[in-house]
């Protein structure tokens, strides 16, 4: 018995690697999103004003706070993500954990999905993202993380360690504003090939010859739904052509006791039928696992998170 899918979508996804569901987010938790993340803005915002970075807010909605900053050189993104960065920890290194964003992760609909997918036993992978794309016509043209600009095709499998390869695992990719083919909604190449090399090229992607691009299918989506794809499915995100931001999430999720694919960054137990006493259920524990894993990792050596060199004989 599923809990939240059809039986239809659940074929759909075991067929293709992709499904796009609607309404997986309540409206009240994305207006909590929202709200949590205007405040956390605010407040950084006023801290750049009062070095003179930026002018006064005055009544600045949240998306022109980001873009006056961005234009600024003031970097929010890193304090906005939902985890620590692919590059070297610091002892200050910032990050995001707030009771909105630890609710979303935890959202009782989104593991019933999940459920549906990968079973009861579901674990919160710490590969996670907040991706907020400002209009492409306003990057820098040094721009070149996937965070702020177009994604570069790849598969999700790659960008974790290879521990993980045979993980059962899954990406929910959640829409904070629609995503549409204009603003730069995620595309995909229907299906679940082996695992692609990929190259360091302007972000980690697919070597060249590997996919057919035409086959590329644009996966619009409304606000507060999600697209939920297999760690093997080619996907990409398109550039952001309108005056608009593009905000989305995305989280994954494997089964308990699998490896993460990351394993010095903290999992939690988000749902357990057979030892419910797992599940954590404190922001704030979540909060403090991050920060410890930030304080263990700052005075060591850099832990790269992808196997790829540019020196393969794929990426000549
Ligand atoms: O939203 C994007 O730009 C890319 C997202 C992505 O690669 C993912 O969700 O795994
Ligand atoms: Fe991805």
Redesign the pocket.
Known sequence: MSLFLSADQIAAFERDGVLVVDNVLPMERLKAVKAEYTDLLDTMYDAWHAEGCVPPPGDMDFFEKLLTAYDAGCEWFQPMDISLPGSKIEADTPFHIGPAVFEMLTCDRLLDMVEDLIGPEITSNPIQHV?LKPPARTLRSTETT?HIMA?DW?Q?RAVAHEEGDRTKMI?V?LAITDATPDNGC?QVIPGKPQMYPHCPKRQTSIADGFIDETKAEPLPVKAGGAVIFHPLTP?A?LDNLTDGFRW?F?IRYNVTGQPTGRAHFPDFVARSRSAPDTVLRDWRVYDRMWKDTRATLAPKRHIPIHRWTSDSPACA
């Open positions: 991706r996937a994604t790849h999700d990406t990719w995620l996907h995100a989305s995305d």
